[in-house]
C-alpha cells in the first residue's frame, strides 16, 4: 500500500538558521498537505499542494512538490522560537484515496 | 479554535471497557475523519464518513467502530480496551472529500487505560 516517509525525524537548530523537512512517497500523489503541531496542541493546516512542480510561499516558509509528484519539501527561513512544533506532510493518492500522514519531523529551536 | 469540538477531553479506564468518544465538525462540513495519535505510532488514519456513509478506512482495529449521524456528528467506539489503546484521538472534518479539502482537527481526546 501506499506509504508517506519524512525525514529527518528531528531536527534541533539555533534560532535563525533554516530547517527543511522531506516528505517522500511511495506512489504518486494527486495532492500532498503539510500541517503543522505545536507540543501539546492539535495539527492545524498549513498548506496543499497540487501541481507537479509547484512552489508556494507563506512568509519564512517555502514548499514544494516534486516534478513526479512523489516527494515534497517544506523550508523554513531564520527559524524562530514560534516555528517549534511537529511538522507534517499527508499524501492523497486520487481525490477518493484516504489521506496518508508521514510520521513527521520535530523541530526544535534553541534561542 | 478550528470549529471541531471533541468530548471528553479526558478519559480514564480500565483494560475491557468500552468507552465512545463525540466528535462534532465544524458547520458546513460534511467529512469527518478520525485519527489515533501515541508516542511511538505517530498520527495513524482510523476511518472516515462522508455524509453519514463510510468513506475510508485505515489501520482501524476490529474492537473499534464508528458512526456519523444524520446531524453529521459522529462517534467512535472502542471496545475491550487494551493498555496499548492509550492515545490521544484526534478527530477532523473537512468541507467534502476531494482534492483541495483542508482537513480542521479538534482538540483531541486523551484515553488512558489502565
Known amino acids: 500500500g501506499q506509504q508517506v516517509m519524512q525525514i529527518p525525524q528531528y531536527q534541533h537548530v539555533q534560532e535563525g538558521e533554516d530547517f527543511t523537512t522531506y516528505c517522500n512517497s511511495s506512489?504518486?500523489?494527486?495532492?500532498i498537505q503539510w500541517y503543522k503541531q505545536r507540543p501539546g496542541g492539535h495539527p492545524v493546516f498549513l498548506i496543499q499542494?497540487?501541481?507537479?512542480?509547484e512552489v508556494k510561499k507563506q512568509k519564512r516558509l517555502t514548499f514544494q512538490f516534486g516534478e513526479a509528484k512523489k516527494n515534497s519539501s517544506l523550508h523554513i527561513t531564520a527559524t524562530q522560537t514560534t516555528d517549534v512544533g511537529t511538522y507534517f506532510c499527508a499524501g492523497q493518492g486520487t481525490s477518493y484515496d484516504k489521506v496518508i500522514f508521514g510520521p513527521g519531523t520535530s523541530l526544535s529551536v534553541i534561542p | 479554535d478550528s470549529g471541531v469540538t471533541q468530548t471528553p477531553k479526558h478519559l480514564i479506564t480500565a483494560t475491557g471497557q468500552r468507552v465512545t468518544l463525540r466528535c462534532s465538525p465544524r458547520s458546513g462540513d460534511l467529512s469527518v475523519y478520525w485519527y489515533q495519535q501515541s508516542l511511538d505510532q505517530g498520527l495513524q488514519f482510523l476511518i472516515q464518513?462522508?455524509?453519514?456513509?463510510?468513506?475510508a478506512k485505515g489501520n482501524i482495529l476490529e474492537r473499534f467502530s464508528a458512526q456519523q449521524f444524520p446531524d453529521l456528528h459522529s462517534e467512535l467506539n472502542l471496545s475491550s480496551l487494551e493498555l496499548g489503546d492509550s492515545a490521544l484521538y484526534f478527530c477532523?472534518?473537512?468541507?467534502?472529500?476531494?482534492?483541495?479539502?483542508?482537513?480542521?482537527f479538534g482538540p483531541g481526546t486523551r484515553l488512558t487505560v489502565l
Open positions: 477532523a472534518s473537512s468541507l467534502g472529500t476531494s482534492v483541495g479539502n483542508e482537513q480542521f
Open positions: 499542494l497540487v501541481k507537479s512542480g
Open positions: 464518513y462522508y455524509n453519514g456513509e463510510e468513506r
Open positions: 506512489t504518486t500523489l494527486s495532492n
